[in-house]
């Protein structure tokens, strides 16, 4: 081949074909260029090893260096790299919230990245029934949210943090209402008591506090009273006859001799049967030698027992028994002597049963 006849023909070709060339070259790239970002950012980067999902509890002040640990050894995502890569691109390694948040297998960085960034939390419902001890309530609560034990019996005992509530270390049952909540993990101990104290507000509406009146109590002495009822029976529809028997005692200024105080002063739960012994404990829960109502609830009362006191049953009893038939009723008396009858009953019947 002649390079003098050829030469300047390859050379037009190859200008021809440089261009195409180039193109096809940078498509490639781009091509790469694309499936690597598809990776990093919208393929799926969480692998919760056959879950459908699980949750990430983000605790207050962590950093993003803490995230990632907490990621790693929850063993949450495929690559903690490209989704560091991701974060730092969109910024959220200095936005990091805490919080309870529900991570669905599959995700991709992306997705995980603006669900974490734009706080998009799971709450929690929060509940606290069968409590007995301020300090049980506080456990129960430190179980469920960030706020520990320890900070909520804090404001707990704390009479000048109370006051602002109307309430005193005595009483602090007095500002939760049994029921289920929805709030935030992250929700600390002053928040907690806070959001507390608005349910407590929505709850003693318009119609309840016009009841206060009818029973002649205040919210304190209504709730205070509702623990001893929640205690005497799991029975709603003797509630009121319990509470009616309670409040005739009130209004003769007779001594309560409520069995459940006595149980509460002693911090003995296992106690079946009170005896003389458990009658002489000195204490200001001892409603069998202090007349009128103990200082404070002796435990969380359900909505109907509350219910159940203010809108008591208006009867002549003043005395009320357990049934000998241990159906969990109760047997009410009017005079003494009838009382003793039922008592003897009921003492006949726990005596053949050997509960001591």
Partial sequence: MNPAIHGPYCLRRLSYIAPFVVSFTSILLLGVFFAKFYYLVKSPNVDLKGKSFTYL??????????LLKIMKDNAILKNENSFA???????YEKRVKAGKYRI???RSNNDLVNQLRSGLQEPVRLSFQTVHTVSELAGKLGRQVEADSASLMKLFLDPSYLKKYDINPD????????????IFWNTTAAQLIAKMS??????????????????CMNIQQVVTLASIVEKESNKDSEKPDIAGVYINRLRKNWPLQADPTIIYAWQDYTIRRITIKHLKIDSKYNTYTHKGLPPGPICIPSRSSIDAVLNFRNHNYMYFCAREDLSG???????LAEHGRNA????KAIDQLNIK
């Fill in 57 to 66: 509890y983000i605790p207050t002040g962590t950093d993003f260096k803490g």
């Fill in 85 to 91: 890569f991701v974060a730092v691109r969109k910024h």
């Fill in 104 to 106: 669905r297998n599959g």
């Fill in 171 to 182: 009483n602090v049952f007095v500002l939760f209402i049994p029921n289920t909540y929805e």
């Fill in 198 to 215: 608005r349910e407590q507000k929505a709850f003693w509406n318009a119609k309840r506090r016009m009841e206060l009146g009818i029973c």
């Fill in 329 to 335: 009723f109760h047997n009410f008396a009017v005079s």
């Fill in 344 to 347: 003897r009953n009921y003492q």
